[in-house]
């Protein structure tokens, strides 16, 4: 199962200051909704979600993968 990985992803928006409610700004959505999302491992990022928080944290495209493309094996 794909899963985003929510501590590397909340420790490179700590490392550039970013905090939930601005990426919810930049990405478009109610900060209420990125924390729900986010406390459900970001199974219910869209798409376009991603790209803009990509853009947003200038992640590499490593970094996209490392994030939110992870296999959680359990």
Same mark, same amino acid.
């Given at each position: +199962?794909?899963?985003?990985? +929510? +501590?590397?992803?909340r420790?490179?928006? *700590?490392?550039?200051?970013? #905090?939930q409610e601005?990426l919810?700004?930049?990405?478009g959505?109610?900060?209420? #909704?990125?924390?729900?999302? +986010?406390?459900n491992d970001?199974?219910?990022?869209?798409?376009?979600?991603?790209?803009?928080? *990509?853009? *947003?944290? #200038?992640?590499t495209?490593?970094e996209?993968?490392?994030?939110f493309f992870? #296999?959680?094996? *359990?």
């Amino acid at each position: +199962m794909q899963m985003t990985d +929510m +501590m590397k992803l909340r420790g490179v928006m *700590a490392g550039k200051g970013i #905090t939930q409610e601005k990426l919810a700004e930049i990405i478009g959505i109610d900060r209420t #909704t990125l924390i729900r999302k +986010m406390k459900n491992d970001g199974l219910q990022f869209t798409v376009e979600e991603v790209q803009k928080i *990509a853009s *947003a944290l #200038t992640l590499t495209a490593q970094e996209v993968l490392d994030i939110f493309f992870t #296999t959680k094996v *359990a």
